[in-house]
């Protein structure tokens, strides 16, 4: 390796070595004119002549952008055939020279560095860039020991190299990275992997290039309580859903990923949170916002969260032993970096997000030498592959708890028969629900991803019917719902046995629940008027605003029994309606402040009796 101190590149002159890596050189550079500083990052490669303008195009790119968090791109050029970049000096390291190796750090200490990682790489997201590299050698400490994000120029060498190895650093490297598809969400993995660092000490993973390699795509991270017991078990979640092997299962956002950091941080230091254990508080996995004890809704940005038990799957999945060093197989097949390597085992990911430019998005055959795999190291990996999914699935089956009936039921294994009436699980509107709106700015309907949404800001009771028109007697109704945003007086439910005219219901049984944690029923009796059947009242089983509340109402003749979370609360006898329709509603009357917004899920309608 050269020695260059002493060369000129463009109008710098450089002065002295400041690191080196596995594709460049970083020297302290001066201008000739102007006796300024830079940091010349000079690239370990020999570009062709067809190759430069190609550079230049990638290094316009970064050099456009402009973020206090992120060491700006000054100049860039190619002095004979070797390119070089010139980016603003950092004169005070790094953070992996500044905070002390393989310790604990307390998360109060590191929420800043990592707020300020997440601000640069989303702006750089929002530019559509992605960085590759995200490592604690990269944040780099400015003059005011602020944290600069660095190093943006590694996809460049990915794909300028002629030895096309794969742009990142094993330790830090998202699946879908290794695997030839970097996304934006593969940065938020990499932070993921610094936090895990910082929080136990250690890295996830350990072994050769190929073993760290194969553990990022294959194998679980080790919990962070079994390396440090004293993490709050909040803390852990975030960070592993930051880890998720999925892209899609991360946050929404890096952003988002840094917002539910900072909020369960806050969380331990204002309520001293012991060792993992500890009830667990839940994060909205769009934008990171701290949801209510017990709570899917997320009122910040609408989102009804889905939770997996991932903490029990992760540690399920320590027992299939592939976590520690060592134990991985020393050799992974030969296509590491391209799709078809891990066809039988890669956890499922949907297609990359197509980021312009031929550097910052290397097609899939950008890869690791290729190497031909031995027919015994593929048959000992299949069976570890197997060996390890086995144990898992013995372990969840044994250990773990598994789904509630009403989201078994959904989807269709209720086990029983007759068979439901009606079944809808919100996943799309096949079912053809009415999300037509007159005036979107006052109420509106949405299916999708789990959930049926009414919001109502006009001051008006949103009634939806269930598609079809169908008549229901005598059944049983199971429904999860929340009043995912509004105030205490905010009402929603279920209508039924329900008609209706010229579009409006008359005769009906309303079943109503509030925002407080009160309920109340009701019967139509035409003409827009209605009498009460249960006056509003308390029940310990009701849950407030913001939490799932699980529904259920038998009718059957003149009797209909309601229930919610499993506690019968009442009982009515009426036998004026024998049958109607079904309808679901949020309440935002007069008197209510406006944005009331009810989320519904998991609607099964059975023959009763």
Known sequence: MADRVGQHFGNYRLIKLLGKGGFAEVYLGEHIHLNTQAAIKVLQLRIADKEVEDFRNEARTIARLEHPNIVRVLDY?????????????????????????????????????????????????????????????????????????SDFGISMVARTSSKQEIAGTAPYMA???????????????SLGIVVYEWLTGDKPFHGSFLEVCTQQVLAAPPPLHAKVPTIPASVEQVVLTALAKNPD??????????????????LAQASALGPYGVALSRVCQRCGTLLPPGGQFCSNCGLHNTFTNSLATQQASQLSGTTEKGTMPPAVPASVGQRGGYSSVQPTTAPPQKIPGAFFYPPASSTLQKRRPRPAMLILLIVIVL???????????????????SSSACAGNTGSTPAPLFVDCFTDNSHGWDTSSADPSKYTVTVGNGSLVLEDDDHRLLPEQLPGDASFANFKLTLDATLSKGAAENGYGVYIRASLQQGILVSYYRFELYGDGTYAAYKGVGNGASTELQPRAAYPAIQQQGNVNHITIIANGSTITLSVNGQQMNTITDGAYASGSIALFVANLPGSPPGAQATFANLVVYPYP
């Open 77 to 149: 050029g190619v002095e004979g055939d070797i390119p070089f970049l010139v980016m603003g000096y950092a004169p005070n390291g790094s953070l992996r020279d500044y905070l002390p190796r393989g310790v604990p750090l307390p998360l109060q200490r590191i929420v800043p560095y990592v707020k300020q990682m997440a601000e640069a790489l989303q702006y750089a997201h929002d530019e559509r860039v992605i960085h590759r590299d995200v490592k604690p050698e990269n944040m780099l400490l400015g003059k005011r020991n602020e944290v600069l994000l």
């Open 175 to 189: 699946p879908e990275q290794i695997q030839g598809n970097a996304r934006i969400a593969s940065d938020q993995y």
């Open 387 to 405: 060996g390890a999914l086995g144990l898992g699935i013995y372990a969840y089956l044994i250990y773990f708890p598994h789904p509630t009936p």
């Open 249 to 266: 299962q991360r946050f929404g956002s890096v952003r988002a990923f840094a917002h539910a950091l900072e909020q369960v941080s806050q």
